[in-house]
């Protein structure tokens, strides 16, 4: 299947910096990526959903300030944690598609840990 | 909302052993319904799926049936394999959206498989 690929894997960053993920679709054009997070013992939950060169739309209770989504190409989805704080720390995980009706491709996640 | 449930785990088991990992779901239509598995360092994959009631999706040995009268889509394997030993989610994703649009995930339950 098609590659998503997310970096970092990991992450620990300062309570009050910002940390920038990253999600490149490799052999394929995502026209839509969406942004998941998963707290201990919960569900993936998405956060926003974008399509290239449009806005993010973001899910009820997800601060647009605080998550920023940039989707400027077919390949490249950035979201980016600004002041970060202890209960940001969560599992991102990023999935992109190609069209309406193909599947999603999922990226391997990053565990954020603020300190 | 739509909601999905799933076993709690690890569920561990010896190789060969039949495997069962319970899931229901709530949804206000008619959803499809999804195992996505997700391997150590890697990104989620789309197991099996299903689209209406009664269809059963299947894929490496896995078989889930979508039970509309019990709302459930339970994941089985008849002879679980040490490579089996994985995370697995089960979703369902809003009627009428496509494949893979904007999904619902359950918790997710690890599978240890011993020699």
């Known amino acids: 299947g098609a590659v998503v690929s997310q970096h970092p894997s990991r992450v620990i960053c300062k309570s009050g910096t910002s940390v920038k993920i990253e999600c490149r679709s490799l052999d394929f054009q995502a026209t839509t990526m969406f942004w998941y997070r998963q707290f201990p013992k919960q569900s993936l939950m998405l956060m926003a959903t974008?399509?290239?060169?449009?806005?993010?739309?973001?899910e009820q209770g997800v601060e647009k300030d605080k998550f920023l989504i940039n989707h400027a190409s077919l390949t490249l989805s950035t979201l980016t944690v600004t002041s970060a704080h202890p209960e940001d720390s969560s599992f991102y995980i990023c999935?992109?598609?190609?069209?309406?009706?193909?599947?999603?491709?999922f990226g391997q996640g990053t565990r954020l840990t603020v300190v | 909302g739509d909601s999905v449930t799933q076993m709690e785990g690890p569920v561990t088991l010896s190789e060969e052993a039949f495997l069962t990992i319970n899931c229901t779901y709530t949804a206000t239509g008619y959803p499809s319904l999804f195992w996505y598995v997700q391997y150590p360092g890697e990104g989620l994959q789309l197991l099996l799926k299903?689209?209406?009631?009664?269809d059963k999706g299947s894929n490496k040995g896995f078989e889930a049936t979508y039970r509309k009268e019990t709302t459930s889509f339970h994941l089985e394997k008849g002879s679980v394999q040490v490579s089996d030993s994985a995370v697995y989610f089960c979703a369902l994703s809003d009627p009428g959206a496509g494949t893979a649009s904007k999904l619902t995930f359950g918790t997710g339950t690890r599978l240890q498989v011993t020699l």
């Open positions: 999935s992109g598609k190609g069209g309406l009706n193909t599947e999603a491709f």
């Open positions: 299903a689209t209406k009631a009664d």
């Open positions: 974008s399509n290239e060169g449009s806005k993010a739309t973001y």
